[in-house]
């Protein structure tokens, strides 16, 4: 299995920009399809994006597109989340998500096996 830490999360202002990284250890990385959501409180967790496992595909969730950009460096077994023109609804625990065999639903908690534990991002208004 792989074990998946976030970092990178703090306090930015409304229109400011944060990068988010996840650093994988465990099993090979490049077998993992990764994913990032998030969860506000009192909320369910949503999907934001998600990157194959050569990283020549990626997904974004509406809300994000344009403004978010999922990268993976298989070398160093990262993940990467350049969040920017960020906006007081960003803010929530932006979890890094991992799964082997899952195809197809990657935009779904379920579909993801392994979770970080997450990081909080603060967008002030």
């Known amino acids: 299995q792989v074990q998946l830490v976030e970092s990178g999360g703090g306090l930015v202002q409304a229109g400011g920009s944060l990068r988010l990284s996840c650093t994988a250890s465990g099993h090979t990385f490049s077998n993992y399809r990764m994913g990032w959501f998030r969860q506000a409180p009192g909320k369910e967790r949503e999907f934001v994006v998600t990157?194959?496992?050569?990283?020549?595909?990626?997904y974004y969730a509406d809300s994000v597109k344009g403004r978010f950009t999922i990268s993976r460096d298989n070398a160093k077994n990262t993940v990467h989340l350049q969040m920017n023109s960020l906006k007081s609804v960003d803010t929530a625990v932006y979890y890094c998500?991992?799964?082997?065999?899952?195809?197809?639903?990657?935009?779904?908690?379920?579909?993801?096996?392994?979770w970080g534990q997450g990081t909080q991002v603060t967008v002030s208004s």
């Open positions: 998500a991992a799964v082997t065999d899952v195809e197809v639903a990657f935009t779904t908690v379920l579909a993801y096996r392994y």
């Open positions: 990157i194959s496992r050569s990283g020549d595909s990626t």
